[in-house]
C-alpha cells in the first residue's frame, strides 16, 4: 500500500475517475468503450510507482466494470510511454497492497484475462512496458517514426515482466532474442514489419483509428468476439504459465544487484 493510507486501488470494482491520478479515463455512456490515456506528459508518461498500481488496477477494474465494452489505451502529449521511471527518489512502494513484482504480473495476468476487445492508440515512443502493453493489445496502431523497444538489459535487468513472453510468440525465438538480449530500439515501421504491431497510421490518427475498430468490434455479437479472443488467449495463458514466474524472480532478484543501481545511474547521466 503506497505511504497515504488510502485504500488498495485493486479494491474497486468499477472505475471512478477520481481515483486515478497518473491515468485519465473516460467511457462512452452510448457504446461502452473505455477510453483510458497515461497521463505524465511532462515526464513522457513514464511509469513511476502510481502509475505501475493504477495500471495493474486497469485491467482487473475493465474486466469487472459491466459498463465497459472495449478498452482503448493511450499516451498523453507525444509520447504513449518511455517506460519505467528512473527518478533516483522512486521509493517502490505500491498502491494495490501487491509487491511490485506482484503487480507486474498481475498486469499481464490482467491483459490475458481480459474478455472486451483491448486496442493499442501508440501515439509516440513505446519503451519498456509500454512496448510490452502495446505487443499483448489485440491491435495496436501506430504512429511514423517513433522508437519502439524493451531495454531492460541496459539497465542490467532480464526482460522480465512480459515481453519476454509475447515477443518470441509474434516474431520467434531467434529474433525475440535479438531484440531482448541487445534491448535494441526499433522503428514502428519494423515493429509493424516484424510482428510486434498491427499497423501504422499518420501522425495524430492512431487514436482514431483505435476509436474506429473498437466501435466495429462492439457492434458485432459480443459472444462471438470475446470467445475467439479467449480461444486465442488460452495459448498466451499457457505460455504465461510458463515464463512469467521465472522471468519476474529473475527480474526481482536482478534489481538487488549492484549494475541495476549503476545502470540507473548512467542512464540519468545520459539525460543530463
Known amino acids: 500500500m503506497g505511504d497515504d493510507g488510502e485504500e488498495p486501488l485493486l479494491q474497486l470494482e468499477s472505475f471512478d475517475p ?3 491520478l497518473t491515468l485519465s479515463v473516460d467511457i462512452d455512456e452510448e457504446t461502452g468503450i473505455a477510453v483510458v490515456m497515461l497521463d505524465r506528459p511532462d515526464q513522457g508518461n513514464a511509469v513511476d510507482d502510481r502509475m505501475h498500481s493504477e495500471i495493474c488496477a486497469l ?3 475493465a474486466q469487472s466494470d459491466e459498463r465497459v465494452t472495449a478498452l482503448v489505451l493511450t499516451g498523453s502529449g507525444q ?3 518511455v517506460g ?3 527518478n533516483p527518489d522512486r521509493p517502490y512502494v505500491t498502491y494495490t497492497g501487491l509487491s511490485p513484482i506482484e503487480e507486474a504480473g498481475l498486469i499481464i495476468d490482467g491483459v490475458i484475462g481480459l474478455e472486451v476487445p483491448f486496442i493499442c492508440a501508440v501515439n509516440g515512443h513505446a519503451i ?13 496502431f501506430v504512429v511514423p517514426g517513433v522508437k519502439f523497444g524493451d531495454p531492460h538489459v541496459q539497465a542490467g535487468l532480464p526482460a522480465g515482466n512480459g515481453s519476454a513472453l509475447i515477443w518470441p510468440l509474434l516474431v520467434g525465438v531467434n529474433k525475440a532474442k535479438k531484440l531482448l538480449m541487445t534491448g535494441e530500439l526499433i522503428t514502428s515501421e519494423s515493429a509493424v514489419s516484424l510482428g510486434l504491431l498491427s499497423e501504422v497510421v499518420a501522425h495524430g490518427e492512431s ?3 483505435a476509436l474506429e475498430l473498437a466501435r466495429t468490434l462492439v457492434a458485432l455479437p459480443p459472444q462471438g468476439v470475446k470467445g475467439t479472443k479467449a480461444t486465442i488467449h488460452l495459448m498466451l495463458r499457457a505460455a504465461a504459465d510458463l515464463v512469467m514466474e521465472f522471468s519476474l524472480n529473475a527480474e526481482e532478484e536482478a534489481m538487488k544487484h549492484p549494475d541495476f543501481g549503476e545502470a540507473l545511474a548512467a542512464i540519468r547521466r545520459s539525460g543530463d
Open 59 to 61: 485491467f482487473q477494474i
Open 128 to 140: 519498456g512496458l509500454g512496448a510490452t502493453i502495446a505487443s499483448l493489445a489485440d491491435v495496436s
Open 18 to 20: 477520481s481515483k486515478f
Open 84 to 86: 519505467g521511471d528512473s
Open 79 to 81: 509520447v504513449f510511454s
Open 207 to 209: 487514436l482514431d483509428a
